[in-house]
């Protein structure tokens, strides 16, 4: 089983998985350092701003966590480009 350290940006899709020892190596174990790593800056000040998460990712292969990173954000992406049947209501 791996593990990997998955970065959601503010519309919750994936853009970017780490393995358990990048996160150990690059980021001294600390996934929050991680997480800063990928902020945007702020406006005028030069500060960050937190626009997403991490989370925690176990999976049984590489092939699993590609399928996850393709797929993931689909349900999002179909609803608000309305790929299925959607009819109007009238109350």
């Known amino acids: 089983m791996f593990t990997y350290y998955v970065y959601f940006d503010r519309y919750r899709h994936p853009r970017i998985a780490i393995p358990e020892m ?13 997480l800063k790593a990928m902020e945007a800056p702020g406006e005028e000040d030069g500060s960050r701003r937190v626009l ?4 925690v990712l176990r999976v049984e292969s590489e092939r ?3 399928d996850f990173l393709e797929t ?4 999002v992406i179909g609803f608000y480009e309305c790929r299925s049947e959607s009819r109007p209501y009238n109350f």
């Open 22 to 34: 990048e996160l150990r190596e690059k980021y001294d174990n600390d996934p929050d350092a991680f």
């Open 52 to 55: 997403g998460h991490v989370g």
């Open 64 to 66: 699993e966590l590609q």
């Open 72 to 75: 993931t954000g689909e349900e």
